[in-house]
């Protein structure tokens, strides 16, 4: 199950922010067997692209559903499945779904506490688990947005992951805190989340935890380590051209933050990620902000701070929805609005930055505009 966009969450956005969890939870292994409803009712496990199918979800691994229906079983695989609808669930979770995948974390919260008001005990344990998620998420994306406390969805997204490592839900839940922890300035935590959802078996789950392994480490001022996980996603079996100039484009831009004699300096970086954007498919939202992001640090390598801002500008024009991109873009053009002159322009972004992301690592490391030079950094 996947989102249309960034800017929308729903089941499977979920489960591609997941699969880490590496300092007391172990990977999960054998599948949990979903209790018996006995009630007639029937789970309903909604596939992209329209159909569903009907039945009893008879097991429940972190990488698939297995589904019985008419005497026989079915195997779904996580990317495939936009949701499920579990026999007897309260009205409420729907609801509650509904406003998260909005993004209405008003009224997910309000839907939330008040599936958390019921007996636990009416509840199936699939129904249980996915209102605790749902509480975890919306308690993560309430810090993110600079109104909750980071430390305290920090534990209760821990807590969740190690009470159902067998969940549907334990890979978004562990991936959440891979960004809980880089917001709280915990960069090697982070990493090492992301490096255990280096392990799920889908390319793109893969693709998206070495990209953010770069882009912290290269955050960290680590270009060689940056560049590891940038060459690493380049071996990633099955993935797209667009995804290939993705790592080509970071590759370029350590390998000249590194400035060594044997590999190209900044000038051959910059003709080489500007060649990657010509040959891309510009359907590829993912791949294009982060290939302009190497674009934008590039040029500051150069010490080229408006074509820098004009890279950056493309990320918050056209891929707002790449959320982690666009918070890092917004970051970087308070700065270089700044050294341009265009303080109305630092303060609207700024603010804009803070509105969306102010709990986030680039939210927190931008408080407001500041007078000192834009960095690559």
């Known amino acids: 199950m996947r989102f249309r966009t960034d800017s929308r969450w729903t089941f499977t956005h979920w489960i591609r922010l997941g699969i880490s969890l590496a300092l007391v939870i172990t990977p999960p292994c054998l599948g949990r067997t979903a209790p018996s409803r006995g009630d007639g009712a029937e789970d309903s496990v909604h596939v992209w692209g329209g159909a569903t199918v009907s039945g009893a979800v008879r097991e429940i691994h972190p990488t698939h559903v297995v589904v019985e229906r008419r005497g026989k079983s079915e195997r779904i695989e996580l990317p495939k499945i936009e949701r499920i609808r579990w026999a007897g669930e309260p009205t409420e979770l729907s609801a509650a779904r509904d406003a998260v995948q909005r993004e209405n974390?008003?009224?997910a919260r309000t839907r939330i506490d008040t599936l958390l008001a019921i007996e636990p005990t009416t509840l199936s344990t699939a129904v249980r688990v996915e209102i605790q998620f749902l509480d975890s998420v919306t308690t993560a994306e309430s810090a993110f947005n600079g109104r909750g406390d980071l430390d305290a969805s920090r534990a209760k997204l821990f807590e969740f992951a190690k009470?159902?490592?067998?969940?549907?839900?334990?890979?978004?839940?562990?991936?959440?805190?891979a960004d809980v922890e880089w917001a709280r300035g915990d960069g090697p935590a982070?990493?090492?989340f992301w490096e255990q959802s280096q392990k799920a078996p889908w390319p793109d789950y893969q693709v998206k935890s070495l990209t953010r392994q770069a882009r912290i480490r290269y955050a960290m001022q680590q270009p060689d380590e940056a560049l590891k996980s940038w060459k690493s996603l380049s071996n990633v079996k099955d993935i797209t051209a667009a995804q290939h100039a993705l790592a080509d484009a970071g590759t370029a831009l350590c390998q000249s933050a590194n400035k060594k004699p044997t590999v190209p300096d900044s000038?051959?970086?910059?003709?080489t990620i500007e060649r990657l954007i010509r040959d891309t498919d510009p359907d590829q939202e993912t791949a294009w902000s982060g290939i302009y992001l190497s674009l934008g640090y590039t040029h500051l390598l150069k010490n080229q701070p408006a074509k820098a801002l004009l890279a950056f500008l493309h990320v918050d024009a056209l891929y707002e929805g790449q959320k982690h991109d666009h918070a890092e873009a917004l970051a970087q053009l308070v700065p270089l609005w700044e050294q341009q002159g265009?303080?109305?322009?630092?303060?609207?972004?700024?603010?804009?930055l803070q509105d969306r992301y102010g709990g986030t690592h680039w939210g927190r490391s931008q408080r407001s505009p500041s007078t000192s030079a834009p960095s690559s950094r």
Do not use: C, K
């Open 190 to 192: 982070a990493i090492r």
């Open 105 to 107: 974390w008003t009224d």
């Open 267 to 271: 000038d051959d970086a910059v003709a």
């Open 163 to 177: 009470q159902n490592r067998e969940s549907i839900f334990f890979y978004p839940a562990v991936e959440r805190l």
């Open 342 to 352: 265009r303080q109305d322009r630092a303060r609207e972004t700024a603010a804009r």
